[in-house]
């Protein structure tokens, strides 16, 4: 069994950053490929980012590209989503979640374990 927990969560200015974080427990967190993915209300869970467990290579979604990034700390057990230039269409809840597998899925289906997730609301 894998237990994750995020955090980092707030409020934040259209324009502001947040990183977010996420850490997992097991002794074996750099075997799991790990992902980041978002709900607003009314609309399905999206994929986010997410990282490769072999090599930390990452892989986003066109609407973060280029703001977000993803990266892990295998020794801490833990993943970040750092997020820059924060939009309020940005603002949803945002979970990580570990993958059995390789590369880095992008299909909530092919994700085993999740967090509870945490709150990013983004005014303008």
């Known amino acids: 069994q894998v237990q994750l927990v995020e955090s980092g969560g707030g409020l934040v200015q259209a324009g502001g950053s947040l990183r977010l974080s996420c850490t997992a427990s097991?002794?074996?967190?750099?075997?799991?490929?790990m992902g980041w993915f978002r709900q607003a209300p009314g609309k399905e869970r999206d994929f986010v980012a997410g990282t490769s467990w072999s090599d930390g290579s990452a892989y986003y979604a066109e609407f973060v590209k280029g703001r977000f990034t993803a990266s892990r700390d295998n020794a801490k057990n833990t993943v970040y989503l750092q997020m820059n230039s924060l939009k309020p269409e940005d603002t949803a809840i945002y979970y990580c979640a570990a993958a059995v597998g390789l590369g880095i899925p992008r299909r909530a289906y092919e994700y085993s374990y999740w967090g509870q997730g945490t709150q990013v609301t983004v005014s303008s």
């Open positions: 097991g002794r074996t967190f750099n075997r799991y490929p």
